[in-house]
């Protein structure tokens, strides 16, 4: 059964970095994408940054381009997003997901999210100004 954990949010200031884990176990797929999303209090959740094994593509939204670096650590099983420069705006629920189906879809796109098929529960990320 695949599950996802993640931990690793927080409470920072504007300016200020974050790095989240997304522990995976019982992932029984060699090619998969994973993915982060955020959902903010009355929007959308919506995609963050995108990762495809096992070539280890990279896919992110305009706004996370040049901030956030998402990246696998395949000894640990586990997915990383390194945020930086954390904005008001960042603020939210985060929470990883994977997808079997290939290939990965663009991150930027809502119907993205039907790709998925597993999800953590979620980590909260606050920014203050």
């Known amino acids: 059964q695949v599950q996802l954990v993640e931990s690793g949010g927080g409470s920072v200031q504007a300016g200020g970095s974050l790095r989240l884990s997304c522990a995976a176990s019982g992932v029984p797929y060699r090619s998969y994408c994973m993915g982060w999303f955020r959902q903010a209090p009355g929007k959308e959740r919506e995609g963050v940054a995108a990762f495809s094994a096992p070539a280890g593509t990279t896919d992110y939204i305009d706004s996370a381009k040049g901030r956030f670096t998402i990246s696998r650590d395949n000894a640990r099983n586990t997915l990383y997003l390194q945020m930086n420069n954390l904005q008001p705006e960042d603020a939210g629920i985060y929470y990883c997901?994977?997808?079997?189906?290939?290939?990965?879809?663009?991150?930027?796109?809502?119907?993205?999210?039907?790709?998925?098929?597993?999800w953590g529960q979620g980590t909260q990320v606050t920014v203050s100004s």
């Open positions: 997901a994977i997808a079997s189906d290939r290939p990965c879809l663009t991150i930027r796109f809502s119907d993205t999210l039907r790709q998925y098929t597993h």
